[in-house]
């Protein structure tokens, strides 16, 4: 197995896991507003991972994912514990501190990388992951600043 | 705020003035937007002169937004989640509502359908006056727009079922599938320049600013650290049962601040007796205004254009203010009396300008972290704004709601605390005119607009005729609570059967005569009906 094929199906298996981290977190509770949630961001998961096998059938096919505005508003928040009592902006705060771990990982595989298309490819499953922090940065900026007294 | 909190899990206006044209249909209840909110207003107008917007306008008075309006319809005060509720059940019935948007992002839908199904037009006419076929026209236009929004004041809120009314339009604009995109949204338009701010800010008796709970632990804990002292975590309280708490003599001392009681509060003899039982008060304003005149010690604050600091709108968005005039005499700034009290009672405070406390505010305010002065400039920007780097947010909701899902309440209609009878036969309500601002501290210094405005009370040409008066006649206006005499203004902007008085003007005060009856959970008073008589005065 060549590197690159190496370095997709690392990534796919991440999104797999997490795939299955909202799928469980989904099953446990029955607050109707988590359950959606985190369906949600499994269905996202699931569509990450069908994007990423994609490159694994097409042979010769690059990633390439456009460069999005970064707020750095999940470097700003501690990681939630994960439970079926969590509010519901804190399971967006969880969803969003993921994406930010994923991308601080491809992003150090790609500093640490001396080969050049091994590090385009890292820097790409960054940026496809700093992409879905963004969205879920929106989300989070959407329920976290609440006015109510 | 409090109903909107509890469908979707915040309160603040949901979207920005800047889209207002891109609605197809903007219903306005509950607010005289021209009078009132003047600028938004003039966006309004254009909007609808130019064809891009069609505007439904449901008020108790034909205000003057209704001459731009494609329909009007007028209904009796306190009677806004009849209407409501019977525009629900025709858009229900009609198969107008967004299923999509119902399914995906709410809850509680089945509750709601089941509650409104009790208003058929016919039903919602009886109620309300709202003529069966005009309210069927309204459903149509509303339920069938691609994006309405919906604009609302103190008109929905001061009520007894204030917050009843604001989850009423909260259904409507969830049921629509309205919510979260540019020209939509439930956009209630503060009765001040910088309420919003004033809020944000902790200006409430239960929380730090930007709605951080007293009494969590957490934030608690967190505002001590930041603070570097002890805090209570008691609740306070709301400025209504404060006024009570003085008249019964619990409470000792007030110090009010750019506040004008002895003009706004409702049962004004009641509240000057609270405030002359008290053993001291301070005032701070700009002038020496009613409420000033019965304080032991009146401290002089600055006017808008003699200071600098933000002022929040009521769309979020956080706006520089540039001092324009030196002060005038001992005036000094809020903050620097504040600076100056807290030294006296033993602390250390050593600000220079008010943009130093606004960079100490936004560490400890999460939705403001982002904003600076220079970040701010001429245009200002949107909160939340959770760092520099974040260009803010002009409209809410566009994924989600705070709460997750939005909250539809099945929300019964309940009628006004005092309805006229046979000794008071008519309805009383009250609100603003254009040339004068809240208690006219600062417009009724200036001839020009009292020129324009003066005290009056509007009736309608039937009213008139009944009791023989004329244009500019005096009137005697009474309700349970007292009377005034002031001229008559004879209209048909207002219906037959319903008297309106503005309130800016002290002496033909018009909450000498209002109820002080409150709305259960939000604590305001029912400002907008109660019962009256009129004679030749």
């Known amino acids: ?141 959407d329920t976290a600043f609440v006015e109510a007294w | ?43 309004l107008k254009k909007a609808a002169v130019d064809g891009k917007v069609k505007i439904i306008v449901i008020d108790p008075k034909r205000i003057k937004m209704a001459d731009f309006a494609t329909i009007y319809a007028c209904q009796r005060p306190g009677t806004d989640v009849a209407v409501l509720n019977g525009m629900m059940h025709l858009i229900i019935k009609n198969g107008w509502e967004d299923k999509k948007f119902i399914e995906e992002r709410t809850e509680g839908y089945e509750a709601l359908k089941e509650e409104v199904a009790k208003y058929t037009p016919e039903y919602v006419e009886k109620v309300s006056g709202v003529p069966a076929k005009t309210l069927e026209q309204i459903a149509e236009l509303f339920g069938r727009a691609e994006t309405a929004a919906l604009y609302y004041a103190m008109g929905i809120t001061q009520h007894t079922t204030g917050v009843d009314n604001v989850r009423s339009t909260a259904n409507l604009q969830m049921l629509c599938g309205n919510m979260g995109k540019v020209g939509g949204g439930v956009n209630p338009l503060r009765g001040q320049s910088n309420v919003q701010g004033a809020c944000d800010m902790g200006g409430l008796p239960n929380v730090f600013p930007a709605y951080q709970k007293i009494g969590d632990a957490a934030v608690q804990e967190k505002f001590e650290k930041f603070w570097g002292v002890k805090l209570s975590d008691k609740v306070g309280m709301t400025m209504t049962v404060a006024f009570d708490k003085a ?46 005149q019965l304080a032991h010690v009146v401290l002089p604050a600055t006017s808008p254009a003699e200071k600098e600091g933000t002022f929040s709108n009521t769309e979020r968005r956080v ?50 972290a982002g904003l600076t002065y220079k970040r701010l ?7 939340p704004c959770p760092n520099e780097e974040h260009p803010g947010t002009p ?54 607009l009292n020129n324009l405005a003066g005290p009056h009370v509007m009736l309608s040409v039937e009213d008139a005729e009944a009791i ?57 008073p029912e400002y907008k009906v109660c019962a009256c008589k009129i004679e030749k005065g």
């Open chain 2, 319 to 368: 706006q520089l203010l540039f001092k324009a005039v030196n002060a005038p005499g001992q005036a000094k700034h809020d903050w620097e009396i504040h600076q100056l009290i807290a030294n006296k009672m033993g602390l250390n405070w050593n600000y220079t300008k008010a943009e130093e406390i606004f960079d100490e505010m936004r560490k400890c305010t999460p939705s403001y």
């Open chain 2, 377 to 383: 400039g001429f245009a200002g920007m949107h909160w």
């Open chain 2, 468 to 524: 023989c008066v004329k244009n500019g006649d005096k009137v005697k206006v009474s309700t349970r609570r007292g009377s005034i005499v002031t001229g008559a203004f004879i209209t048909k902007r207002c219906p037959k059967g319903t008297v309106f008085m503005p309130f800016h003007f002290a002496e033909a005060a018009a909450n000498k005569l209002t109820i002080n009856a409150l709305d259960p959970i939000a604590k305001i």
């Open chain 2, 247 to 292: 008249y019964n003599g619990e409470m000792k001392a007030f110090y009010i601040m750019g506040e004008n009681p002895m003009v706004s509060d409702p049962d004004l003899h009641h509240a000057e007796e609270a405030l002359k039982k008290l053993e001291f008060l301070v005032v701070q304003d700009i002038f020496l205004t009613e409420t000033a």
């Open chain 2, 1 to 43: 705020m409090a109903g909107l909190a509890a469908s979707f899990g915040s309160g603040a206006m949901t979207n920005d003035i800047a889209g207002l044209d891109k609605s197809d249909v903007a219903l306005i209840i509950g607010s005289d937007t021209s009078e009132c909110h003047p600028v938004l207003a003039a966006r």
């Open chain 1, 1 to 141: 197995m060549n590197e690159y094929r190496k370095i997709l199906l690392m990534a796919v298996n991440n999104e797999i896991e997490a795939y299955e981290f909202y799928e469980g977190a989904a099953a446990k509770t029955a607050n109707k507003a988590l359950k959606s949630i985190f369906v949600e961001l499994a269905d996202e998961e699931l569509k990450h991972q069908r994007l990423l096998e994609s490159f694994l059938v097409e042979e010769g096919k690059k990633l390439k994912f456009a460069e999005t505005a970064d707020y750095k508003i999940a470097e700003t928040v501690e990681l939630p514990r994960l439970s079926v009592q969590m509010s519901f902006v804190d399971a967006i705060a969880l969803a969003m501190k993921k994406e930010e771990e994923a991308m601080t990982m491809y992003r150090n595989f790609a500093e640490a990388s001396s080969d050049p298309e091994q590090k385009e490819m890292f820097t790409q499953l960054a940026r496809m992951e700093q992409g879905h922090k963004t969205r879920l940065e929106a989300l989070y900026t």
């Open chain 2, 395 to 448: 409209v809410l909701h566009i994924g989600k709601f705070t709460r997750g899902l939005g909250l539809f309440a099945a929300i019964p209609f309940k009628e006004p605390a005092e309805m006229p009878d046979k000794e008071y036969p008519l309805y009383f309500t009250t609100g603003r005119v254009l040339q004068q601002y809240h208690t006219g501290t600062m417009t009724r210094k200036t001839p020009g």
